[in-house]
């Protein structure tokens, strides 16, 4: 239920901001034709900006969206059931080192899942060797469970870097072609470039909200990994201590 919370707050999260940006990327527009706009709803507008973007450009700014929605999801899913009660974990080891030996508290570790779980169990089955080798493999697969961790996320920041490049190329060659048109009449009139230029600029809106987007799931993504880490960090150390007492 606390996963499935989680996923619904964020898509909540997202429908809210995407709501939010769009309506005030598409003010000025809807108060200038407010009598049209009326019988219009925000999807219809929404639908009719983004095919005055252009397809080629605004199509690769919508891929950009869903790819990075698709890993956003994927690493919240995932994270969400990495996380588990470090507290309650490192007590169950304790009770089970205290009454059952090294093999009773693995057994605990086997019937947990999260990261905290598999380095517990790594540094106990080398603790037989020496609390060096136990230390040794902590850190080692520590390391491991932290690849696992920031999968994918790189992906998620070149979506969040490049959304708004292709917006803005695209309305710096909005801007090209309107001057080019200025030139081939040879006046400068306002109703000429004022479509063009309204066209360009709309790629900039979309591959700015894409950014938002996608800059809010990366920021929830990365404090989710910090506060995982800093559990597997303080777990692994609780656990060298209690090997060091259990060989007293």
């Known amino acids: 239920m606390k996963k499935l919370s989680s996923i619904l707050a964020m898509g909540g999260l997202f429908v809210l901001s995407t709501n939010t940006v769009n309506a005030m990327a598409t003010a000025a527009t809807m108060l200038q034709d407010a009598p049209a706009e009326a019988e219009k709803g925000f999807t219809q507008v929404l639908k009719e900006m983004f095919i005055q ?20 999801i994927e690493r ?39 990261p905290v779980a598999s380095i517990y169990y790594q540094g106990l089955d080398r603790s037989g060797e020496s609390i060096d080798s136990a230390e040794k493999a902590v850190v080692a697969y520590g390391g491991v469970q932290m690849g696992q961790l920031e999968k994918n996320v790189s992906w998620l920041s070149l979506f969040i870097a490049i959304a708004p490049m292709l917006g803005f190329m695209g309305t710096v060659i909005g801007m090209i072609q309107a001057f080019q048109k200025i030139s081939a ?8 470039i004022a479509g063009d230029i309204q066209v360009a ?34 777990s692994s150390i609780v656990l060298i201590d209690m090997l060091v007492d259990h060989k007293k």
């Open 53 to 72: 973007g252009g397809a080629s450009f605004m199509g690769i700014v919508l891929l950009c969206l869903i790819l990075g929605l698709a890993v956003a």
């Open 76 to 114: 919240i899913i995932y994270l969400n059931m990495a996380t588990t009660n470090t507290t309650k974990l490192r007590q169950q080891v304790e009770d089970a080192l205290a009454s059952g030996g090294v093999e009773a508290a693995k057994e605990v570790c086997r019937n947990t899942k999260g």
């Open 185 to 192: 009449v040879g006046n400068l009139s306002a109703s000429l």
């Open 201 to 234: 600029l709309l790629t900039t809106v979309f591959g700015l909200i894409t950014a938002i987007i996608l800059q809010i799931f990366y920021n929830y993504i990365i404090a989710k990994i910090d506060s995982i880490v800093n559990d597997m960090e303080d």
